[in-house]
């Protein structure tokens, strides 16, 4: 009997806390809040650590582009990079990037010289230019002494004979119309040597 009355008052206690339980079928569950996925920057991606909310490479290392970050990597260092964006005002960061990554890239191809060897192989081309130019005003000038000293020939030749045509005057007549021909062409050639900007030029960039 006693064990049968123990069994009997557990089973109405466990009925009885079932009743009272408060059950809430018309109320749904909360669903959990949406987790927010932030894509690391392409320097902390590369370098396999949490990027933080403020992460100095983050503007200027976006993760859709990260061959820029592994050239400068590769030549300076992600420790320097950082120190340098540190020690310099937001406002001259993203140009400090641009200039590290055209310098790791000319020195990828250059080891030795760098930037250097490319702005001195430049140089040397516009200088070149330039010679040229000059050299072709100083035809040009030329030319145009010459024209003018036929042009006085064939004033002085009219005068002295204002009769017919001499051959001779023939020969001055037909040199001038070669000249002032070989004048005009040239002239046309050296405005459109003018009107190309050196840095324009195709060799520039070979």
């Known amino acids: 009997m006693g064990y049968s009355d123990?069994?009997?008052?557990?089973?109405?206690?466990?009925?009885s806390?079932?009743?009272?339980?408060?059950?809430?079928?018309?109320?749904?569950p909360t669903p959990p809040p949406p987790a927010v996925v932030v894509s690391p920057c392409a320097a902390c991606k590369i370098l396999?650590?949490?990027?933080?909310?403020?992460?100095?490479l983050a503007p200027y290392f976006p993760p859709n582009d990260p061959i820029k970050f592994t050239t400068a990597h590769r030549v300076f260092g992600a420790s320097n990079i950082i120190k340098f964006l540190q020690e310099l005002p937001e406002s001259?960061?993203?140009d400090a990037v641009s200039s590290m990554v055209y310098e790791?890239?000319?020195?990828?191809?250059d080891p030795v010289y760098g930037s250097a060897g490319a702005i001195c192989q430049l140089q040397k081309q516009?200088?070149?230019?330039?010679?040229q130019l000059a050299k072709t005003q100083a035809e040009l000038v030329n030319m145009q002494c010459q024209q003018a000293n036929l042009m006085a020939l064939i004033c002085m030749e009219m005068a002295q004979s204002p009769q017919a045509?001499?051959?001779?005057?023939?020969?001055?007549?037909?040199?001038?119309?070669?000249?002032?021909?070989?004048?005009?062409?040239?002239?046309a050639n050296l405005n459109l040597l003018?009107?190309?900007?050196?840095?324009?030029?195709?060799?520039?960039w070979t």
């Open 165 to 187: 045509s001499s051959p001779q005057q023939q020969s001055f007549d037909n040199n001038f119309i070669n000249s002032s021909s070989q004048l005009a062409a040239f002239q």
């Open 126 to 131: 516009v200088n070149d230019l330039q010679a």
């Open 6 to 15: 123990t069994t009997t008052a557990t089973t109405i206690t466990s009925k």
């Open 104 to 109: 790791a890239n000319a020195r990828l191809r």
């Open 194 to 204: 003018d009107d190309s900007h050196p840095w324009d030029h195709p060799a520039l």
């Open 48 to 56: 396999r650590r949490r990027c933080a909310e403020k992460c100095v």
């Open 92 to 94: 001259q960061r993203a």
């Open 17 to 28: 806390s079932r009743s009272v339980s408060p059950s809430s079928p018309s109320s749904p």
